[in-house]
């Protein structure tokens, strides 16, 4: 596997996508590589990053506008 | 790992992992079963809080997935305030034959794709045309014929300094990133790494193909990161 075809593959690779043989290889080749070491590490950092933003905060208009909702339903 | 596990021959291996996580995915699903149902008797009961909990799991969520019919965000709130209500109204005739996420997730395509009208929807035919930007500049990567190493890094990427990773910059960062990304891009890293949601739950959210959805979260992800690959560097 080249470093090229790895930068293609890691997606499915990190959603399990690959088959078992080319999993083999993608595996292989990051155990001889530093740069895609890096860029393994890098693209599940960013993965992580953007879970953190679920951590927002509900804008206060929506949060207001749908218990107002709820309080009519229920009454 | 430890020395027994790495004993034991590949395969076996393998399927001992395997049966493992089908028992987990098994008891999770029956526990978030037993968790809609009380989450459905509280809100008969008028419970607000157990409300708002639903809201702040589920609203980003749904503008996210009402955004890719409706193309405006006034528009896709509103649609995910209808759903809400719809769902407040149709909640005693839940009957938990999905779960409560899949059939909130139901309403809310149904309505926007209704609002979305004849306007044609952006995904996925326009989503996956027209951009075949690559992850990585080719230019970082050495030419086929190298003797050596050919596609291999010409320049390599350097590690993030791990202290940085942690500032709310950095995080900007990755907000702004994703803001900048087509509209089904956006909405597939939004769904599956911002909300958290599975593979398959984007792919019935979205109403896209397996394949599809991977495309483009391969897109989005190699985006974000090269966004911060260049703060990073710069």
């Not at chain 1, 075809?5 to 996508?17: A, K, M, P, Q, S």
């Not at chain 2, 393998?14 to 008797?41: F, G, I």
């Not at chain 2, 050495?142 to 050596?148: A, E, F, G, T, V």
Request: glycine share 6%.
């Amino acid at each position: 596997m080249t470093c090229r075809e790895l930068v293609r593959l890691i997606t499915d690779y990190l959603e399990g996508g690959l088959s078992k043989r080319d999993r083999r290889r993608f595996e292989r080749h990051l155990r001889d590589c530093d740069g895609c070491t890096t860029y393994v590490e890098q693209m599940r950092e960013t993965v992580r990053l953007a879970g953190v933003l679920s951590e927002d905060d509900l804008a206060p208009q929506a949060r207001d506008e749908l218990l107002e909702v709820f309080r009519d339903w229920k009454s | 790992m430890s020395a027994a596990a790495f004993a034991l021959p590949a395969t076996e291996m393998a399927a001992t992992r395997s049966t493992r996580l089908l028992s987990l995915t098994k008891c999770a699903a029956n526990r978030s079963r037993a968790d809609d149902r009380a989450v459905v008797a509280a809100l008969c009961n008028g419970d607000e809080r157990v409300f708002e909990g639903l809201v702040e799991r589920y609203h980003r969520s749904l503008v996210r997935i009402a955004l890719t019919h409706v193309h405006d965000g006034a528009i896709a709130e509103d649609v995910a305030q209808e759903t809400w209500i719809a769902v407040l109204e149709g909640i005693e005739r839940f009957e938990g034959r999905s779960s409560l996420k899949t059939w909130i997730f139901t309403i809310l395509a149904n309505r926007a794709k209704t609002r979305g009208g004849r306007e044609r929807r952006q995904l996925p035919i326009s989503a996956l045309a027209g951009d075949d930007e690559p992850e990585v500049p080719l230019d970082r990567f050495l030419p086929p014929d190298d003797p050596h190493r050919p596609l291999g890094w010409a320049a390599p990427p350097r590690a993030w300094p791990e202290e940085r990773l942690l500032s709310g910059e950095v995080v900007e960062r990755v907000r702004e990133a994703i803001a900048q990304l087509p509209t089904a891009q956006q909405a597939v890293i939004g769904l599956r790494d911002v909300e958290g949601l599975s593979a398959e739950e984007v792919v019935a959210a979205l109403d896209i193909s397996a394949g599809n959805e991977r495309v483009l979260l391969h897109r989005a992800r190699s985006r974000v990161r090269r966004a911060l690959e260049e703060y990073f560097d710069h």
